[in-house]
């Protein structure tokens, strides 16, 4: 039966065609932020510039200018509502009109459309930009019936609205919330989403996905560099754990001074919260570059140095990724030898749940904080 659920679903989807801008029906009608939630973030809106921000507004002048700025992309945020239409369409705004010569528009400043089906998200379709004011027809035609959906927003652009179109004689309402504390995470511009060629393709989102938790992205592009103003916003945000995965913006002396005061400033408002340290991602570029080879290195022995003074100094609940191998061993998951294709944020995905399971690290509720 689920089987057959799930084809019906796809024709359905089919039938819609790539349906995008121009083909948006006269009686739809538009709701905001007020009939629908805006998740993976930890940051409440009342305390933000704007709700698709990443940051709290009392950030701004204590971060450095460029880490403020990239708080404004919406990586890592989504909006999430059920609906019983038979179509689904969407207007957003963007902030910069951000261009990349590495990374595909979708990606960059794009939304992607999601169904859960039988307990599965299943992707749908993506609204594809064409300037600073978007629209798109995102899905058509669909069987009668209430469905739960998600749309992503843009990583590596700024959201400034979001609204989402359905028929005019259907409803649309919040989902209840989630009850697991989210996954927090803090790093790159690997993190944040380069280069994906859509926004659900971020590992972030893959893995919120596969284990049906938030992942707050903490992802600022040539800027995560375990910053205290930005660790002392992560550590007031509970969560079930913490993934510190900054080293391929760091020198071997700034993870040498950084890692034991994050830890620390964690653990003061989290005193059992596990943290999880990632090694520097393995470039493709490593085998050929002798000075690449030695700067990863020495940056993933700082890593292991500052890890083992803390688990000496007797800090519980520390865990130590290796990036071995972790978008495999054929150099095919990155779209310049550093940042990832969506091959590559899908085996990495994988490969960060694996070590999450394999060291016992558990969703918790939020009553179990």
């Known amino acids: 039966m689920k089987?057959?659920?799930f084809i019906i679903f796809l024709c359905c989807v089919y039938?819609?065609?790539?349906?995008?801008?121009?083909?948006?029906?006269?009686?739809?009608?538009?709701?905001?932020?007020?009939?629908?939630?805006?998740?993976?973030?930890g940051v409440p809106e009342s305390a933000k510039e704007s709700p698709y921000d990443r940051l709290p507004l009392s950030s701004k002048g204590k971060v450095r200018k460029a880490v403020w700025d990239l708080s404004k992309n919406s990586a890592g945020l989504m909006v999430r509502f059920l609906s019983n239409s038979s179509s689904i369409k969407v207007k957003w705004g963007i902030l910069n009109d951000t261009k990349l010569n590495h990374?595909?528009?979708?990606?960059?400043?794009?939304?992607?459309?999601?169904?859960?089906?039988?307990?599965?998200?299943?992707?749908?379709n993506t609204g594809r930009p064409t300037g600073m004011e978007n629209e798109a027809s995102l899905v058509s035609t669909l069987a009668p019936g209430e469905r739960e959906f998600k749309i992503y927003l843009p990583l590596y652009d700024g959201t400034t609205h979001v609204e989402v179109g359905i028929d005019s004689t259907s409803y649309i309402r919040k989902p209840a919330p989630k009850t697991q504390l989210p996954i927090v995470f803090y790093g790159t511009s690997i993190l944040q989403g380069g280069c994906a060629s859509r926004p659900g393709m971020a590992f972030t989102n893959i893995i919120s996905r596969k284990l049906n938790v938030d992942c707050y992205n903490f992802g600022f592009s040539g800027n995560g560099r375990m910053d205290q103003p930005v660790v002392d916003v992560?550590?007031?945000?509970?969560?079930?754990?913490?993934?510190?995965?900054?080293?391929?913006?760091?020198?071997?002396?700034q993870v040498t001074d950084s890692v034991m005061p994050l830890a620390k400033a964690i653990r003061a408002k989290?005193?059992?919260?596990?943290?999880?340290?990632?090694e520097n991602i393995e470039y493709a570029r490593i085998p050929f570059e002798a000075n690449l080879k030695k700067s990863f290195e020495a940056k993933n022995e700082a890593l292991q140095t500052e890890f083992d003074k803390l688990v000496k100094g007797g800090m519980k609940g520390l865990y130590y990724i290796?990036?071995?191998?972790?978008?495999?061993?054929?150099?095919?998951?990155?779209?310049?030898?550093?940042?990832?294709?969506d091959l590559g944020f899908m085996r990495y995905a994988d490969y960060l749940i694996g070590k999450f399971k394999e060291n016992g690290l558990l969703l918790r509720r939020a009553s179990s904080q």
Do not use: R
């Not at 039938?15 to 973030?41: M, P, V």
């Not at 990374?103 to 749908?124: E, F, H």
């Open 322 to 341: 290796s990036s071995a191998n972790a978008i495999g061993t054929d150099n095919e998951g990155t779209v310049d030898g550093t940042h990832m294709t």
């Open 15 to 41: 039938t819609s065609g790539i349906a995008q801008q121009g083909a948006l029906k006269e009686n739809s009608k538009y709701y905001g932020k007020e009939s629908f939630a805006i998740e993976g973030t």
């Open 234 to 253: 992560i550590a007031g945000i509970k969560a079930s754990f913490y993934v510190i995965d900054c080293l391929p913006n760091m020198t071997p002396k």
């Open 3 to 5: 089987k057959l659920t």
């Open 270 to 278: 989290n005193p059992s919260t596990p943290i999880v340290f990632v």
């Open 103 to 124: 990374m595909a528009s979708t990606g960059i400043k794009g939304v992607d459309l999601y169904c859960k089906v039988n307990g599965t998200w299943v992707y749908v």
